[in-house]
Structure formats: structure tokens, C-alpha cells
């Protein structure tokens, strides 16, 4: 490293109070590691055993408020919440100025709600690291995680350091400095197609797609939809952050409304129309719900065509009503889009294991389907039915066709030679 360059500033945030110890740690490592740790206290009723680089003082005036008004808020509940919005408000302004190139938060399940607020205000290519008693919990909802969080479990270290403790914290701490020194952030030298896929043997248009849209002179992000995937999927776009989209796996709503623990949140479908970019959806594999392979299968779908794609996932068909009430639900979320919006129904098949001999092949439910989607598709909405299965040649074809045309209308942005 050269004598000018920046040493990686990191937000080392915590409570401070009851957490001196182990944040004082984070901070030393952070300092050994070649970082600048950045110390923000967000605690509440006592104060630290230093002096942080950001009070809480300094946090509760971000939020507009003061932390007499805080602590007599009436429960930590509320308390922490004004403390998790006056700390994002803070981070985002320290971000906006260039003074952050990482975080990480410790805490329990308090420290960490308040630490997904935090991380979600960093954009995409920031490190992001929480140490948290509930990391990987199905307590997390999707929807508050931000798509490139790193977390991992602050394991037998509730109160005070100890040899697990310290390994714990330790890996963390240098993870987040090496994180910061190494990570490229995302450039934009040309214009971005975001893409849904489930995988690439269920759902394969992808592989036809993609290196045509590089020809052109696009970049290509494929998210896989299961869940995080569509949940990073719609960060990005709520951040404006594609020229267009295709949009061709839509199963988590399926799975949201099937009760799936493999969904991405309620705006699932929405947020690249709020955002203003144009959109071709296809309604790949919402013709099934996912579920964890290794559960006993729910009760409610006992007898169902089943497929275990592997010893974590696995999925059943939805009922033909089921499968109408989705296709209401898709046409409602594309209806409110404030830019163009392609809606291709492929007939003949919309995921690789719906065709005859396969597991998951079921023609009255997908008749149903489209019989429904027919009938939901908002005017707003330009809607074709390609006489293909989702995955041939000939349904990608005419996807790039819309695509081209909208480039040519000045729809979507141009795209740049490599």
C-alpha cells in the first residue's frame, strides 16, 4: 500500500454500555488488520467506558429527537427503533460524504434489528457484517436483508469474551477489513439487464439469452429466485439500478402466497415498476411451491406431484385455483408500473418439469393458469402468448424482439460496445 493511500474506515457499531468489552476487541482487530475502526454507540440507558467516534447522542439527533426523549419512549421496543432510525440516518450520511467502506454491528435480537436498518442504507458493494446471536434465523425477514449482508453467529458470546467468543469476533472483525482492501464495488461501464431464473436445469432461457444481450452491449445479473435471490433482485431494482429486466421467474410469489419459507418479501414483482424500468415477465415455475427437502412435506399438499431437486429443496404443484389465484395476484403487481411492461405467456410449458414424463407435468393446471392470466392481464400491460415452452428457443427469440424494439424506440437505454 502506498504512503497516500486510505486506510478502510469501519463502522464498528454496538451498544456500548453492555458491550464495552467485546466492541473495544472488534476494534483493536479491526486496527491490527490494517482498518480504522470507527466506534458508534447505540446504546440507551448508560453510557460506554469510552469515548465513541459517534455518541448516542449524536444517533438520537440524527433521528430528530433527543435521548431523554428516547429513554422515556415507554419500552426498549420503541426506544431501539428511534435509535435503529436515527443510526441509519447517520450511516447514510457518513456514506453520502465517502467516510464509510464497511460496517460491522454486534448485538442480540435487539442489536441486530437495528443493524439490518443500518445495513440496508450502504449501497451495494459496501461490506456489511453483522455478529449476531440470531444470524440465519428464520426470524429475519427477508425483505430487510440486505443482498450483499454477511452475518455470522456470534456463538457462546451473549456476555462478555471468552475463547469462542474471541474466535468468533476475531474472523468477523478481519473478514470486514479484508472485505473492504479486496471487494470491487459494482461500476457501471455498461448498461445492466437484471434477469430471474430458478436455477438453470429447472428454468434455462438464460443460457440463450445472456449471450445475446453481451452482443449487444449489455452486462447480465442472473438472480437465482429462490427467496434471497429475488430479494437481492428487487434491491437493486428498488435502487434503479437496471436498464430493463427479464423478469421470467416469478415463483416466489407462488410461494408467498402458499405460505413457502423461500420468499423475498410482500414487494416481490413491484419494485422495477416504482423504479421506472422496463420489464418483460414470464411466469416461470409458478406453477409450484418450494419447501425444505428435509422437512416431512406440509399436510396440506400430501399427494401432490412431487420433485426434490436436492436434500435442501424441494417442491409440490399447486392446485389448479391456486394457480388462478396467482395470476391474479401477478396482474395486480404489474398493473401500478410506471414504465413499459411485456407480459409473454409461454403455452406450452413453463418450467422444465412440467412436460410430459416429467415429475411436476400437470396440463389441466396449467390450462387453468393461463385461462386465468388471459383474463387478468391489465390493459396497461402488453401481453402476448408464445406458442413455446418457456424454455425453447423460439420464446427467447421473441422476448429479444421486444427487447430490440424497445432499444430502438429509445425505451431502454443503448447498449455499449465492450
Request: glycine share 10%; aromatic share 6%.
Amino acid at each position: 500500500m502506498s504512503a497516500n493511500a486510505r486506510l478502510p474506515h469501519i463502522l464498528v457499531i454496538g451498544t456500548g454500555d453492555t458491550k464495552s468489552e467485546e466492541l473495544l476487541f472488534m476494534a483493536d482487530v479491526i486496527g491490527k488488520a490494517g482498518g480504522v475502526p470507527v466506534l458508534v454507540d447505540v446504546s440507551v440507558l448508560g453510557d460506554p467506558p469510552y469515548v465513541p467516534d459517534h455518541s448516542k447522542r449524536d444517533i438520537a439527533a440524527a433521528a430528530g429527537t433527543t435521548m431523554e426523549a428516547i429513554t422515556g419512549s415507554g419500552d426498549e421496543n420503541t426506544a431501539m427503533a428511534l435509535m435503529a432510525k436515527g443510526a441509519a440516518a447517520l450511516v447514510r450520511r457518513l456514506s453520502e460524504a465517502g467516510e464509510v467502506d464497511g460496517m460491522i454491528a454486534l448485538g442480540g435480537s435487539l442489536g441486530t434489528d437495528l443493524a439490518l436498518d443500518v445495513a440496508a442504507v450502504l449501497p451495494l458493494g459496501v461490506p456489511k457484517f453483522i455478529v449476531s446471536t440470531i444470524a440465519y434465523s428464520h426470524l429475519l425477514p427477508p425483505e430487510r436483508i440486505a443482498p450483499d449482508l454477511m452475518m455470522i453467529l456470534w456463538a457462546g458470546g451473549l456476555y462478555g469474551l471468552n475463547p469462542i467468543c474471541r474466535a468468533v469476533l476475531s474472523q468477523a472483525s478481519g473478514a470486514v477489513v479484508g472485505a473492504a482492501k479486496a471487494g470491487e464495488r459494482p461500476g457501471r461501464q455498461r448498461p445492466l439487464v437484471g434477469m430471474t431464473s430458478l436455477g438453470s436445469s429447472c428454468l434455462s432461457y438464460m443460457k440463450l439469452l445472456k449471450p445475446e444481450l453481451e452482443r449487444r452491449g449489455y452486462d447480465v445479473a442472473v438472480f437465482h429466485s429462490t427467496g434471497m435471490g429475488g430479494r437481492a433482485y428487487e434491491a437493486v431494482a428498488a435502487q434503479r439500478g437496471f436498464a430493463a429486466v427479464f423478469d421470467f421467474c416469478i415463483q416466489e410469489v407462488t410461494n408467498a402466497q402458499n405460505g413457502s419459507i423461500a420468499v423475498s418479501g410482500p414487494d416481490r414483482l413491484e419494485n422495477a415498476g416504482r423504479a421506472g424500468i422496463p420489464q418483460i415477465v414470464a411466469p416461470g415455475a409458478v406453477d409450484m411451491v418450494d419447501m425444505p427437502a428435509w422437512q416431512e412435506t406440509p399436510d396440506r399438499f400430501a399427494g401432490r406431484p412431487y420433485h426434490a431437486h436436492n436434500r435442501l429443496i424441494a417442491s409440490v404443484t399447486v392446485s389448479p385455483d391456486e394457480r388462478r389465484a396467482v395470476a391474479r395476484v401477478v396482474a395486480a403487481k404489474l398493473e401500478g408500473a410506471s414504465a413499459p411492461v411485456a407480459f409473454l405467456l409461454p403455452t406450452k410449458g413453463i418450467q422444465e418439469w412440467d412436460r410430459e414424463g416429467e415429475p411436476l407435468h400437470e396440463p389441466d393446471g396449467l390450462e387453468a393458469f393461463l385461462d386465468e392470466m388471459r383474463r387478468a392481464v391489465p390493459a396497461s400491460v402488453a401481453f402476448e402468448e408464445v406458442d413455446a415452452h418457456i424454455n425453447a428457443p423460439d420464446f427467447a427469440a421473441r422476448a429479444l424482439e421486444i427487447f430490440d424494439r424497445w432499444v430502438a424506440e429509445g425505451i431502454v437505454e443503448k447498449g455499449q460496445a465492450a
